[in-house]
Structures are given as C-alpha cells and as structure tokens.
C-alpha cells in the first residue's frame, strides 16, 4: 500500500490533498502545528476511509520540528510527499515584523527545500515517487516576500523535475491562484473585490495536481483562466503588471 506525507492538510488545500489521496487508499502522514485539528482529520480520514493517519505535530518555522519531518521521511519510501503549509501576511514589508518574515521564509522556502531534500533520497533508490510543492501565481508577479518565496518554489521544483524524472521522480510546482479555503481569513486579508470568476475550489485544483503531477509536468496551473493570466504577465509591459499589482505587498 502506497504512503503519503502531507504537510498543512487540517484545511483548504491540503485537508483536500489529504482526502484525495485517501480516498485512492494511500496510508498518510500528516503534518501541522494545529494538533487538535490534526487530530480530528486523522480520525475523519481512517474513519471514512479505512486508510492508516500518522499524525507529525510541527512548526515547519521551527528548524528542529523541521528536522523530525525529515527524518520520518527517511525512515520509509513515500510515495508521495505534499508541500503546501504556509501562510500568508498582510502588512507592508516595511512595516511588518522582521521575525515573521524569517517565519514566512522558513516555512515556504525552508521547510520545502529540506522536506524535498529528505524525500528525495529514498524516492531516487527506489525509482518512484512524486512531490507536490504549492506554489502560486503571485510567483510570476512582483508580490513582495510571499511572491519571492513562491517563485523560488517553482523554479526549484522546475529544475528538480528535469533532474530526476529519469530516476523515477516526479517533482512539480502546483500554482493555483485565488482557492475558496482559509487561508485569507487567517491573515485577515481584505478579499471583498476578489470578483466570483477568480475563485478556484480546492477540491478542483487538486484533482488536476495530482493528473498532471502523473502526467510528468514540472508546472500546474489549475484552470484556463489562470492559465492566461500567467502567460499575459509575461508579454505585457511592465508597467502595466506593475499597476496592477500596486497594492500587494
């Protein structure tokens, strides 16, 4: 029986990451902060399921449960491991607390460089395996520190791709834009003039991760529309993708 490594999966789209795969029967390891939430996913999926829940309580800020995650990877041959907890920030970078941007750093550059690290190495043995690193769209624009870390994502998980999919490995760059999930209610964002059309579902977006993730592609870009607003930021001019990014961070 297949296992998977889930990090962040107590909501949005890890939680549906977590039930997709268990639904396909694959035993997971779930990783978050939250562990009463953590907790009670676990029992939900072994309940409906009949799939085995390990629950890893850790703050992937924390370098030390960062290093517990890493070795649990390396004691058995995932198949699979989902990068995807994080959060996000609202205050300008001027006027935001240097620590939580270290915090921001550790968790979305950090935590998935040495999570992949630790996964990459018993994959590559074995010559299987496949790694989902959530990225975003706010990568391919000029979004302050959370559009920096997310673009590093995907380069990185571009290039390991290349690198390793002749040894069996799959690693790609899921970058959704705006999901119906908690995530901007945590960081208190102001979504009121996110129009209806922008909205993905996560259970959607995780669907066509896991299909192209199979099909071997370095980059998932859930949705047409989506799709050309990443390649429209790459023929604009600047100018124009610079307005209409202004007000982020």
Known sequence: MSISLVTGPTSGIGYAFA????????????????????????????????????????????IDDSRRVERRLRDDPFDLLVNNAGYGMTEPFDASDVEAEQASLD???????????????????NH???????????????????????????????W?????????????????GF?????????????????????????GVVETALRDLRRGKPVSI???RYKGLTAAAHVLPRTLVERAVRRGR
């Not at 990783?31 to 085995?52: E, I, N, P, T």
């Not at 959530?134 to 994502?153: I, N, Q």
């Not at 390991?160 to 959704?176: D, E, F, K, Q």
């Open 222 to 224: 859930p949705s047409t």
């Open 19 to 62: 039930k997709a795969l268990a639904a396909e029967g694959s035993n997971l390891v779930l990783v978050s902060r939250d562990f009463s939430r953590l907790g009670d996913v676990a029992s939900q999926l072994h309940a409906r399921y009949g799939v085995s829940c390990e629950v890893l309580p850790a703050d992937l800020s924390d």
């Open 128 to 158: 299987r395996g496949g790694i989902v690193n959530v990225s975003s769209v706010a990568g391919y624009l000029p979004r302050g520190t959370y559009g920096a870390h997310k673009a590093w994502v995907t380069s990185f998980s571009s």
């Open 107 to 125: 968790v979305l550059v950090r935590a998935v460089m040495r999570l992949t690290h630790a996964a990459l190495g018993p994959m590559v043995a």
């Open 179 to 203: 999901v119906r999930t908690e995530f901007h209610q945590r960081m208190q964002a102001d979504v009121s003039g996110i129009p209806d059309w922008m909205w993905l579902d996560a259970a």
């Open 160 to 176: 390991a791709n290349v690198h390793y999919r002749s040894r069996g490995v799959s690693v790609m760059a899921l970058c959704p």
